[in-house]
T-cell receptor, first 114, second 114 residues
Framework: EPEVTQTPSHQVTQMGQEVILRCVPI?????FYWYRQILGQKVEFLVS????????KSEIFDDQFSVERPDGSNFTLKIRSTKLEDSAMYFC????????????FGPGTRLTVL | AQSVTQLDSHVSVSEGTPVLLRCNYS??????LFWYVQHPNKGLQLLLK??????LVKGINGFEAEFKKSETSFHLTKPSAHMSDAAEYFC????????????FGGGTRVLVKP
């Protein structure tokens, strides 16, 4: 069964450094998402991406964040200058259509900012 | 705006007994509702979803949920718990007016005792 994959599974970085989290969505999906879960808090929506542009973003997704689909398979989340509060589990998801369509999630990348 | 409240942060059941995970939602429009499960060190897996068809929805692994509009609830049940059901469960809402964004409840951690 096709699945969403994410790398790395765990990333440790120093405050102020740039990180790139990588995701390979399911191959025929058209919509891509990033969510995050800070330890002990709810899973929060960050951004959705369709047709090579951001379709929606949350208040969390400020200028420090960017997303890209650099080729036909990868979908990346970049944090330009990490802060301590960026430490969280980051989940990538993809879906075939929008709205009520099921979003399929990857296993997550745990980001630790020191 | 959409929101989800999971009424129990932890539920403990004995193997072979019923499981009930409670979820209430708030939505301005006709919502789509989902239950996802997360096993330790795994991604979020879809258990079932409601998208305005039958109000009783059957999912994988013997789970089902009933959409009750009058009570704004979408409780998840299983007649007989299995040890492998120990995991965290998330109730999730999506509405067309909110785009592709999923809004998660806080999660319910299920412990299954032998």
């Amino acid at each position: 069964e096709p699945e969403v994959t994410q790398t790395p599974s765990h990333q440790v970085t120093q405050m102020g450094q740039e990180v790139i989290l990588r995701c390979v969505p399911i191959s025929n999906h058209l919509y891509f998402y990033w969510y995050r879960q800070i330890l002990g808090q709810k899973v929060e929506f960050l951004v959705s991406f369709y047709n090579n542009e951001i379709s929606e973003k949350s208040e969390i997704f400020d200028d420090q964040f960017s997303v890209e689909r650099p080729d036909g398979s990868n979908f990346t989340l970049k944090i330009r200058s990490t802060k301590l509060e960026d430490s969280a589990m980051y989940f990538c998801a993809s879906s075939w259509t929008s709205g009520a369509d099921t979003q399929y999630f990857g296993p997550g990348t745990r980001l630790t900012v020191l | 705006a959409q929101s989800v409240t999971q009424l129990d942060s932890h539920v403990s059941v004995s193997e072979g007994t019923p499981v009930l995970l409670r979820c209430n939602y708030s939505s301005s429009y006709s919502p789509s509702l989902f239950w996802y499960v997360q096993h330790p060190n795994k991604g979020l897996q879809l258990l079932l979803k409601y998208t305005s068809a039958a109000t009783l929805v059957k999912g994988i692994n013997g789970f089902e949920a009933e959409f009750k509009k009058s009570e704004t609830s979408f409780h998840l049940t299983k007649p007989s718990a299995h040890m492998s059901d120990a995991a965290e469960y998330f109730c999730v809402v999506s509405e067309r007016a909110a785009g592709n964004k999923l809004t998660f409840g806080g999660g319910t951690r299920v412990l299954v005792k032998p």
